[in-house]
């Protein structure tokens, strides 16, 4: 499937430890002309264990995409992409 020109909605679940691949996955799309639109639950957003830092995600995933990740219900409710991926959907 090309991506170029699409939109891509990444609903980012809260397996902190798959967060790297799927980065390098939104890395590739941006590569290949396709346009990344990242959404977390607040909880997801703001969660800090000892091997998740937040901070550090966010930053990559805005660098990323060009864009603050949505966390509000409302916001994600209205966002018009081609595809939604849901990130990790499974191990």
């Known amino acids: 499937?090309?991506?170029?020109?699409?939109?891509?909605?990444?609903?980012?679940?809260?397996?902190?430890?798959?967060?790297?691949?799927?980065?390098?996955?939104?890395?590739?799309?941006?590569?290949?002309?396709?346009?990344?639109?990242?959404?977390?639950?607040?909880?997801?957003?703001?969660?800090?264990?000892?091997?998740y830092k937040s901070i550090d995600f966010i930053r990559d995933i805005e660098e990323c995409s060009n864009r603050k990740i949505i966390t509000v219900e409302k916001e994600a409710e209205e966002v018009e992409a081609d595809i939604l991926v849901i990130a990790p959907c499974c191990r």
Do not use: H, R
Not at 2 to 12: D, P
Not at 30 to 43: H, L, N, R, V
């Open 1 to 51: 499937m090309k991506v170029e020109n699409k939109k891509i909605a990444f609903g980012l679940t809260n397996v902190f430890f798959t967060f790297e691949k799927v980065i390098a996955e939104m890395k590739k799309i941006q590569k290949y002309g396709g346009e990344i639109i990242p959404i977390m639950s607040k909880d997801t957003y703001t969660t800090d264990s000892k091997y």
